[in-house]
């Protein structure tokens, strides 16, 4: 069973990965893990308005408000998708993510839509084991 993984750290660039993937010849096997990455927020005035906790819990209802959509149009294709929410400064987190065992492929939202520009997907590139795809 192939699994695709779609790493993103905002909303609009993984829309336009799950687009992409959606005009792709379609592969009954094919599971979609998709991996929401948002920043925790970063202790100082913050922790006068809300603790740690809350502050993890807004971000995770964030990404979660982020996967949702994603989901219910991967099902809607008749693709099987599994997700989670990854605390995690962008960057890094998705370098890290894009070398996983448990994955065959990745697929990235297109370089300047959010967080990654083309050097941090070269570098992805360069780092991962799977084949590594730009969402057009």
């Known amino acids: 069973m192939p699994r695709l993984l779609i790493p993103f750290a905002e909303p609009e660039g993984a829309a336009r990965a799950v687009d992409a993937l959606l005009r792709e010849p379609r ?3 094919l599971v979609v893990h998709l991996a929401a990455v948002v920043e925790p927020l970063r ?3 913050v922790a006068m308005f809300v603790s740690a906790q ?3 819990s807004m971000v995770r209802g964030a990404a979660r408000r982020w996967l949702a959509p994603l ?10 998708c599994e997700s989670e929410v990854v605390l995690g400064p962008p960057r890094p987190t ?3 993510l894009a070398q996983r065992s448990d994955v065959d492929r990745v697929m990235l939202p297109p370089a300047r839509v959010g967080t990654l520009g083309r050097r941090d997907i070269e570098t992805i590139r360069d780092l991962s ?6 969402a057009a």
């Not at 989901?71 to 099987?80: S, T, W």
């Not at 084991?129 to 730009?134: A, G, R």
């Open 27 to 29: 592969d009954a096997a």
């Open 43 to 45: 202790p100082g005035k």
């Open 54 to 56: 809350r502050a993890e």
């Open 71 to 80: 989901e219910a149009r991967l099902a809607a294709a008749g693709i099987r």
């Open 94 to 96: 998705i370098r890290a």
């Open 129 to 134: 084991p799977h084949p590594v795809t730009v």
